[in-house]
């Protein structure tokens, strides 16, 4: 998955600092990223501080954001793609089928932040600037003292079996249009057992047991926090579809699936992980 990156370390502890020349700098527009890329083998950089016009103008405005290895990232904002020679805004999306995957997990990682930061520029309460901390990665308000910290949406992936079979789906209206999961939002006042339960009545009319816990992902694409579960029909298993949410919904049986794409996403690992029949039991 795209977050697995090793042998590199992710380092997201807010210890902010003066940018090296080495530093990278990640750049945004609202569903797009600042890319050097070679083609056609995919692979991909970012701009270096280094290579940023005006150091001593724009330092004092970069964003610190996590560290991976030894190498700092920071956010830059205003920025446009000839200010780096070699670079130009391509769609984020892009980052699930690019590398090093190290550098995507940084670019969609970092994304979710700038959207963050982007949504926080004024106090909620108040309407004042809001202001960054020093110590801590929020942001708060001088004026009243109300303050944020970044969020994260919990969400389930669910993978509904019976027997040899599993419900897979492909979502109404969107631009993706591959096979998935079911999946959705965790709502207040609901455990992520109840968020499966509800989720999988919701869209697909079906009484669900034996809800087990695969593994999570953070899916900075959506600012989301995935949470993969397989259950098991409880009763009845026909489905009916929620036509409002999903174009269709079928059972298919472990020999009738494929990977959908790469591997970047919690989604596609767990239909190959049923496919193979390695599913938690």
Not at 15 to 42: F, M, T, V
């Amino acid at each position: 998955m795209i977050q697995d990156i090793a042998p590199h370390i992710y380092h997201n502890e807010y210890h902010p600092s003066a940018p090296a020349e080495d530093s990278y700098l990640l750049c945004y527009q609202e569903g797009k990223i600042l890319l050097r890329q070679k083609e056609p083998e995919g692979e991909i950089s970012f701009p270096r501080f280094r290579e940023l016009k005006e150091k001593e103008e724009h330092a004092g405005k970069l964003i610190y954001l996590f560290t991976i290895d030894e190498d700092r990232f920071y956010l830059l904002g205003n920025a446009e793609g000839n200010d780096f020679p070699g670079c130009s805004f391509q769609e984020i999306r892009s980052l699930r089928l690019v590398h090093p995957q190290y550098l995507a997990f940084a670019g969609i990682t970092g994304y979710q932040l700038f959207r963050w930061y982007e949504s926080r520029r004024y106090c909620g309460c108040c309407g004042a600037p809001m202001a960054h901390s020093r110590t801590e990665r929020q942001m708060y308000c001088p004026a009243c003292g109300h303050y944020e910290y970044p969020v994260l949406s919990p969400a389930v992936i669910i993978g509904i079996t019976n027997g040899d079979r599993l419900v897979m789906s492909k979502y109404e209206g969107r631009a993706f249009t591959n096979y998935a999961l079911i999946a959705g939002y965790a709502e207040i006042g609901e455990t992520i057992e109840d968020t499966v339960r509800r989720e999988v009545m919701e869209e697909v009319g079906l009484r669900v047991k034996n809800i087990r816990y695969y593994k999570s992902q953070p899916w900075s694409f959506s600012g989301t926090l995935l949470f993969g579960f397989f259950c098991d029909v409880d009763g009845d298993d026909t489905l009916t579809v929620d036509h409002s949410e999903l174009a269709m919904a079928e059972w298919f049986h472990r020999s009738e699936i494929r990977g959908q794409g790469n591997s970047s996403s919690l989604t596609n690992e767990m239909m190959l992980v049923f496919a193979e029949g390695k599913e938690p039991r």
